[in-house]
């Protein structure tokens, strides 16, 4: 168990850009050539060694160890399990905390350069009001219709761009809330432009124009806002 955390402990310091060299910590070494010497069966770890846990001494507090080498004296070392496992927390604390330090760093960092790149100011003033053009446009000129919607899909365009530049992500299914009616609108007002039958009634139309102006304004008011607040703390 000692080794498998050594190795998670290291493998989570990678994942965050952190390197966890385990050689340098002289104990956490030592605990893991212990192991790989008792249990892990060795050939050539330090030249050509035999190793062997002397059975009559084997409990769980430790056990005592033989170490076997051509031309080299035989050696026999005490191990204490426990004192070892007490070693091994004391470094997962410490580099524990080194990585959280170093994390809240970075992280300072980020919302600092941020910070007054509101994504709340991507929504303009003038969005609820190419909102209720859109609506108008289902039983008036689809061309001004057409033309509101573009302005509504360049807004979700740079609100997604601006999320990823920050390393933030939404659900899929929220953008899926706000394109699908989206496409659905300039669909109709494509057809019903070019003189054709579109493939639903206007009633539908203005539920999608209704429900689209629901989604963005939960962007704005409630995912931009709360990312907004989180940045400026």
């Not at 330090?101 to 970075?106: A, D, S, V």
């Not at 033309?147 to 979700?156: G, M, T």
């Amino acid at each position: 168990i000692l080794y498998v955390q050594q190795d998670a402990i290291r493998n989570l310091g990678e994942s965050l850009g952190f390197h966890v060299d385990l050689k340098k910590h002289e104990i956490i070494w030592d605990i893991r050539c212990m192991r790989n010497s008792s249990i892990g069966h060795p050939s050539k770890s330090h030249g050509t060694t035999y190793h062997f846990i002397s059975r009559p001494t084997l409990s769980d507090k430790g056990f005592q160890l033989m170490s076997c080498c051509p031309r080299r004296e035989t050696t026999f070392r005490d191990i204490s399990i426990s004192q070892f496992i007490n070693q091994q927390e004391e470094w997962v604390v410490q580099i524990m905390r080194e990585i959280t330090k170093t994390q809240k760093g970075k992280y300072n960092a980020h919302k600092k350069k941020y910070k007054k790149k509101k994504l709340s100011s991507i929504f303009p003033e003038t969005t609820d009001w190419h909102l209720s053009k859109i609506s108008e446009s289902i039983c008036g000129d689809p061309k001004m219709g057409i033309i509101h919607l573009s302005a509504i899909e360049d807004l979700l365009t740079n609100f997604r761009k601006a999320l990823n530049e920050r390393g933030c992500r939404l659900d899929d299914a929220v953008y899926e809330n706000s394109s699908y009616p989206l496409k659905h609108l300039k669909l109709f007002l494509a057809y019903k432009e070019k003189g054709i039958p579109p493939q639903i009634q206007p009633k539908a139309a203005e539920i999608f124009a209704w429900y689209l102006h629901m989604q963005i304004q939960d962007l704005r008011d409630t995912h931009a806002r709360e990312i907004d607040e989180e940045y400026s703390r």
